[in-house]
């Protein structure tokens, strides 16, 4: 599993945030959270899976499209008070959590290993308070190094626990 975090830094209190998270190709999304609150966006089983935090003031809507491998997160204002806990507002930070896992065709075969280079890159757009226009406020991307090793399916040990030579056993009657 490979995890990130995307931090935004607000310098106003915005009506909508809309980050866009490209996966690397070869990954397939997991999870995402924003931190110290319970939204989250689940990808289970081909559905996108929503939870909302209905006291930290915000509401989360996005969608994942696996064929580009894009998340795009809408985070916005649902009530007049947002909770301070939740790093939204004018001169915080909001952290945008994801977690990813190799695709089928990446992961090595039984007892082999291979090593990937991942680039990650993410977008944010911003709402200010009352206006209906985004306005983009940059990209940033992240290089991942990675050596994904898959354990043998079996290995054959001998009544000591040990692996034989040529990984046979030899057992005399």
Do not use: C
């Not at 952290?95 to 280079?117: F, G, H, M």
């Not at 940033?140 to 079996?154: E, F, G, I, M, R």
Request: net charge negative; charged share 20%; aromatic share 8%.
């Amino acid at each position: 599993m490979l995890a990130w975090t995307v931090e935004v830094y607000q310098d106003e209190l915005y009506d909508q945030l809309t980050i866009t998270d490209t996966l690397p190709e070869g990954l397939e999304l997991n999870e995402v959270t924003i931190a110290n609150t319970s939204l989250k966006m689940s990808y289970v089983n081909g559905q996108l899976v929503f939870s909302n935090d209905e006291h930290s003031g915000l509401a989360i809507d996005g969608s994942y499209d696996p064929a580009s491998r894009q998340i795009q997160l809408v985070v916005k204002k649902n009530k007049d008070t947002i909770q301070d806990y939740v790093g939204y507002g004018a001169q915080k930070y909001l952290n945008l959590s994801v977690s990813a896992r190799l695709t089928d065709e990446k992961i090595p075969a039984p007892n082999e290993s291979q090593n990937y280079t991942f680039v990650n890159t993410a977008n944010v757009m911003v709402r200010p308070a009352g206006t209906t226009t985004d306005t983009d406020i940059g990209s940033d991307s992240h290089t991942y190094k990675v050596t994904a090793q898959t354990p043998p399916l079996l290995t054959k040990l001998d009544t000591n626990g040990a692996v034989g030579e040529n990984n046979t056993t030899t057992v005399q009657y």
